[in-house]
């Protein structure tokens, strides 16, 4: 057979499945993004299936308007970001001393950060809500926010330790005979060059806060200090669903993680890739 003609076909081959995988992919949020635009009418009928015929809006201004929708997407953003921003310099911190660092121990600490992260978060929940009792912290935002690092951090260490570990030491050591102090040589050398490293692990501890059930459903018992997925939940009575108001809020629950994976996929990339092997 004709060279050219398998390295065509091999390459069909590589796109079809390419777009298959896509299909597969996004269609879940395409069905989710339609439903979003049917009355109840439709999302019974099989007419229009695939294509909200015509679109309303009705669920949209009933979860903005008629629900505390507003107040758990302002929660979700105020608990994810800032514990996000505690995450993210526990971690680094963290990281780069057990990367950098000689001391006693420092073999043990870093199985014991990859140990920890390994441990299912749903293990916790018991002793961090009496904990997060005794400081006070029961029923409000600060409790998640105290919380959820417990989860994060460890894996933000571990990612971050072979991104500090594949850069070169003499950088830092040239700063340091240049005057600089060790804070000073990781502030000014070491952190630029760890950005991608250290946006991709924030990211993923964003994402992991955005998205967290138990921890809220726990630790939350007023309504209006709800985050977005325990606050959907209510949307499920029993065995009735509101499909509509589910799928509104789940469409405008995915775009602000969305916007910020897209924008920042290829820092995200970099940052895994070059944090998973030690240079």
Not at 11 to 16: H, Q, V
């Amino acid at each position: 057979m004709n060279k050219g003609l398998v390295a065509r076909l091999q390459l069909m081959g590589s796109y079809g499945f390419l777009v298959s995988l896509l299909v597969i992919v996004v269609f879940p949020f395409y069905w989710m993004t339609v439903t979003s635009f049917k009355g109840e009418d439709q999302m019974r009928s099989l007419v229009s299936m695939f294509w909200p015929s015509p679109p309303v809006t009705e669920n949209y201004e009933h979860l903005l308007r008629k629900t505390e929708f507003v107040s758990w997407f302002r929660n979700s953003v105020f608990v994810a970001i800032s514990s996000t921003f505690v995450a993210t310099a526990i971690g680094t911190i963290g990281a780069y001393a057990l990367a950098r660092l000689k001391f006693l121990g420092r073999a043990f600490m870093s199985s014991a950060v990859l140990i920890t992260y390994l441990v299912p978060p749903s293990i916790l929940f018991i002793p961090l809500y009496a904990q997060i009792r005794t400081l006070g912290l029961a029923d409000s935002l600060g409790g998640l926010i105290a919380a959820y690092p417990s989860f994060t951090i460890p894996f933000v260490t571990w990612l971050l330790m072979g991104y500090f570990e594949s850069i070169p030491v003499e950088l830092e050591e040239a700063a340091m005979i240049d005057g600089a102090t060790r804070f000073g040589a990781f502030r000014r050398v070491i952190l630029p060059l760890a950005a991608p490293g250290v946006l991709a692990a924030g990211l993923y501890a964003f994402t992991q806060a955005w998205n967290e059930f138990l921890y809220a459903l726990v630790f939350i018992t007023d309504v209006k200090l709800r985050t977005l997925p325990v606050g959907l939940s209510t949307f499920i009575t029993g065995d009735v669903y509101g499909w509509g108001y589910l799928m509104a809020g789940a469409v405008l629950t995915t775009l602000p993680v969305i916007a910020a994976y897209i924008y920042l996929q290829k820092y995200m990339v970099e940052g895994l890739t070059a944090g998973s092997v030690k240079g």
